[in-house]
């Protein structure tokens, strides 16, 4: 299968800094790439999806102004976490799809954040 | 609101038994089928894709799909302790490969040595 590649894999911050997380599809170019995060025992929710060259689409109830996403190249998207707050302590996790595929995602190790 | 639902758990299936782990999703328009499995603390990992009726089968996983009844289901065949992990199922929920896929809350499965 592909492989997607996020950093950092865990990252502990005080509350009201920014975060910076990245991802990175290896052996392939990803023109879209999806954010997910994952409190503990509940399911994957989408936040956004990424798209190359062009801004991201935001799912509901996802505040765009402090979940700034970046996707310059083909195979890097970021994910930032502005003026984080304990609430935002969270598994954040990124995907891709390969072109001309089923469909399926692949994802990356996930980075675990923690606010203090 | 399009929703995929599972059995939240946990399944406790002996080891060596066949573990069954059922989803059923609203959207009647979507197309392509996944089961991903979730170790405690690690991202999810594709086990199998399915869109077409009936049952596919690799290895020990057989995944089976209802679109009359809008119900996907995943076959464990001798059930290691390994297997022991959540299992997501997911649905594309269009037409399109690069439509969004929506997960299920997933099911935890335990396999007792």
């Known amino acids: 299968g592909a492989v997607v590649s996020q950093h950092p894999s865990w990252v502990i911050c005080k509350s009201g800094t920014s975060v910076k997380i990245e991802c990175r599809s290896l052996?392939?170019?990803?023109?879209?790439m999806f954010w997910y995060r994952q409190f503990p025992k509940q399911s994957l929710m989408l936040m956004a999806t990424?798209?190359?060259?062009?801004?991201?689409?935001?799912e509901q109830g996802v505040e765009k102004d402090k979940f700034l996403i970046n996707h310059a190249s083909l195979t890097l998207s970021t994910l930032t976490v502005t003026s984080a707050h304990p609430e935002d302590s969270s598994f954040y996790i990124c995907?891709?799809?390969?072109?001309?595929?089923?469909?399926?995602?692949?994802f990356g190790e996930g980075s675990r954040l923690t606010v203090l | 609101q399009k929703e995929v639902e599972q059995n939240s758990g946990p399944l406790s299936v002996p080891e060596g038994a066949i573990a069954s782990l059922n989803c059923t999703y609203s959207?009647?328009?979507?197309?392509?089928f996944f089961w991903y499995r979730q170790y405690s603390g690690k991202s999810p990992e594709l086990i199998m894709f399915?869109?077409?009726?009936g049952d596919k089968e690799d290895g020990r996983f057989t995944a089976q799909l209802n679109k009359a009844s809008q119900y996907v289901s995943l076959l464990i065949r001798d059930s290691q302790p390994s297997d022991s992990a959540t299992y997501l199922c997911a649905v594309n929920q269009g037409r399109n490969r690069d439509d969004k896929i929506i997960f299920g809350k997933g099911t935890r499965l335990h396999i007792l040595p």
């Open positions: 959207d009647r328009g979507s197309q392509s």
């Open positions: 995907s891709a799809r390969v072109s001309g595929s089923i469909g399926e995602l692949f």
């Open positions: 052996d392939f170019q990803a023109t879209t």
């Open positions: 399915i869109y077409s009726n």
């Open positions: 990424s798209n190359e060259g062009s801004k991201a689409t935001y």
